[in-house]
């Protein structure tokens, strides 16, 4: 999508964070923005930021977990702006935590959200953007996804697979005139740290520092990802660290992972991750 000015487009999860920043970003290209979010006061908030901001749109309450508030959402926004120019499945939460320690309940909750909370986007836009001749889909995922960070096995899994959808669909709805765009950030600073779920103390203070010393907000994290929206760009890696590890994790996937377990056995992986942490290089 060469030019998003004055488009029509619905942000999920928009009440706050990186959802909020890029319904911004779009707004002072003259959007109409479809704030989408469970949360109404938020969701009130960034209407009146983004109508300063020159832009326009409204509130729907949605539950992104939940397939008929989903598909509510999309039959809303076709039938009443006549068409969707550009979905932005952005809603997601952040758990962490060691494979067997985490609670089942935990992996649902989150899949719920970050990974059927995406599909159903997917699986009720695609189908009306195909009828009104084209559209772009946004899916926010992770470098987390990438290269698969320790403990933060639930994390990781979500945004993979959100990945791995966005690689399907890429090819598979192209024959449309449907563009797709699959954003992998590192930390930055955002809300998401302030409801994340940990199972250790460490993984608390990595997430904290992380969050805190990250050296890019998230006002320019969505300019960089709606940038390479309108260049057409596939994967969007907005940080140098995530373009860095993921480079050396496809240099040679057997030494980037031997590497971590080599670090993990002698206790050095959480130190050495906490430290790059504090040094604003995740």
Not at 17 to 44: H, M, Q, T, W
Not at 71 to 81: L, N, P, V
């Amino acid at each position: 999508m060469s030019n998003l000015d004055g488009k029509r487009a619905v942000v999920t999860g928009a009440a706050s964070g990186l959802g909020r920043a890029l319904a911004l970003v779009l707004a002072r290209k003259g959007c109409k923005i479809g704030i989408a979010d469970i949360n109404e006061v938020g969701s009130r908030e960034t209407l009146e930021l983004v109508e300063r901001a020159g832009g326009s749109g409204e509130i729907l309450i949605v539950d992104v977990r939940r397939p008929e508030s989903v598909k509510a959402m999309a039959d809303h926004f076709f039938s009443q702006w006549k068409g969707v120019d550009l979905l932005v499945n952005n809603a997601g939460i952040a758990i962490s935590g060691l494979v067997g320690e985490i609670p089942l309940a935990n992996w649902e909750k989150i899949m719920g959200i970050n990974f059927w909370g995406m599909l159903y986007g997917c699986h009720e836009f695609i189908p009306r953007m195909k009828r009104q001749g084209g559209g772009h889909i946004l899916n926010i995922a992770s470098a987390a996804g990438l290269f698969s960070m320790t403990n933060m096995g639930p994390y990781n899994a979500t945004k993979a697979a959100v990945i791995s959808l966005s690689e399907t669909l890429k090819p598979e709805v192209a024959p449309f005139n449907i563009g797709i765009t699959v954003a992998c950030p590192m930390f930055f600073n955002t809300n998401l740290v302030k409801n994340m779920q940990h199972t250790e103390e460490v993984e608390t203070e990595f997430a904290n520092a992380a969050f805190q010393f990250s050296r890019i907000t998230s006002e320019e994290v969505a300019r960089r990802i709606i940038r390479a929206v309108e260049k057409g760009k596939f994967y969007v890696i907005p940080m140098l660290s995530g373009k860095v590890s993921w480079m050396l994790k496809r240099l040679s996937p057997s030494i980037f992972y031997g590497t971590l377990a080599f670090f993990s056995r002698r206790g050095w992986l959480m130190p050495m991750a906490l430290r790059l942490a504090r040094w604003g290089m995740v």
